[in-house]
């Protein structure tokens, strides 16, 4: 493969597993460098329409696929914004489903959680129970969370949701996205976002989004929900292949380039390979417990996502100290997320990182905790 460190730009492909952003083949990168177009011609609209096939082939929807030229924190906001009126459920399993919850309360949503500790997976059942209690607008659930490497069943909870009436389910699958099984039409789905950073290997600066009909009669409802991120907005100008406001262009120009690859490998074999790493990750860390190194894998087994792997730690290591080690080699991991940055570490296994560069990352990485 190509290096970065052949165009000035440092190591060598496939020493970068932060868990986003995440690496960017060269050949995606330098699509950036093309010339512009005006965005409200013929062109968009013949590049728009290509993008359409790729993305709704990633995301497995019929339905037009939004794209925001912002973070996927901004289609969260869309989220919240488009889907509730005033109270709001929100899941939460770990700091980006909290920030999800913390969103919806900063729109001046009611919001009541159903939290449990991080590293475990929401139980379906504990959504029927909380559903029962009280009427809302919108459930939000996290995919497959970050700062943990937890995956929550999003077919059963969706499945719940469904059983209750006009309750939307908001999904961020910012790291499921392009790396774990993602249905977003088969498991009915009100609305579903990610990011351009992570599992779909691009750089930063766009997002993605598909909203169901219900999603959008719910927006065609709502006032005071912004213009920037009105999904009447965004679908109005999808059917004539546009974008509301003036998109990212040569981001674009790196997705059209990146949805060839994806299209080429299928999403099926994307799927496979980012199990395969993950699965890989899960036997290191048992191979080092039974080395006498007291890891752990975070999330329990039935509930690993296949893009993202959080390790935590004995008392006496610091997630920090290995992290540094594995710079000093000139490889990027993860370090723990928020409270915990010193008990853990982790290793973004997504996007176009093959298993034979996580082996060496891996070699690496049993030095370095030794």
């Not at 794209?67 to 901004?74: D, F, H, I, L, R």
């Not at 909290?98 to 929401?122: K, L, N, Y």
């Not at 004995?314 to 594995?326: C, T, Y």
């Not at 296994?349 to 560069?357: A, K, P």
């Amino acid at each position: 493969m190509n290096s970065n460190a052949a165009a000035g730009a440092g190591p060598p492909f496939g020493r970068f597993f932060l868990p986003g952003p995440t690496e960017v083949r060269p050949e995606v990168l330098e699509a950036q460098t093309r010339v512009m177009m005006g965005h409200r011609g013929a062109d968009i609209q013949d590049l728009m329409r290509e993008l359409q096939v790729g993305l709704k082939a990633v995301f497995l929807t019929d339905r037009p696929v939004f794209v925001s030229t912002s973070s996927a924190s901004g289609l969260m906001e869309a989220a919240v914004r488009n889907g509730a009126a005033k109270r709001v459920l929100a899941l939460v399993n770990g700091a980006f489903s909290q920030r999800f919850g913390d969103i919806a309360r900063s729109c001046g949503m009611q919001v009541d959680e159903v939290a449990v500790p991080w590293g475990e997976a929401h139980d379906p059942e504990a959504v029927v129970t909380a559903l029962a209690g009280g009427s809302y607008d919108a459930v939000t659930v996290v995919h497959s969370e970050t700062s943990t490497g937890v995956l929550n069943d999003l077919p059963a909870i969706s499945a719940v949701v469904a059983g209750h009436g006009d309750t939307l389910l908001l999904v961020d699958s910012v790291t499921g996205c392009g790396g774990a099984e993602l249905r977003t039409d088969a498991w009915g789905l009100d609305f579903v976002l990610t990011g351009s950073q992570k599992a779909l290997a691009l750089p930063p600066g766009l997002s993605f989004g598909v909203a169901s009909e219900a999603m959008l009669s719910r927006s065609a409802s709502m006032t005071r929900k912004g213009y920037y991120f009105d999904l009447i907005e965004f679908a109005t100008n999808i059917d004539k292949l546009q974008t509301p406001s003036t998109p990212a262009l040569s981001t674009m120009y790196a997705l059209q380039v990146q949805l060839q690859y994806i299209t080429t490998e299928t999403m099926e074999a994307r799927w496979a390979r980012h199990t395969a790493m993950a699965e890989r990750t899960h036997a290191w860390v048992a191979d080092m417990q039974a080395s006498g190194v007291a890891l752990r894998v975070m999330a329990p087994e039935g509930h690993r996502s296949g893009t993202v792997t959080a390790v935590a730690l004995p008392e006496d290591m610091s997630g920090p100290a290995i992290v540094k080690g594995m710079k000093e080699r000139g490889w990027v991991i993860g370090g723990g997320y928020g409270k915990l940055k010193d008990t853990s570490f982790r290793i973004g296994h997504m996007g176009d990182h093959t298993l034979d560069e996580l082996n060496e990352l891996l070699a690496e990485l049993t030095e370095v905790v030794r």
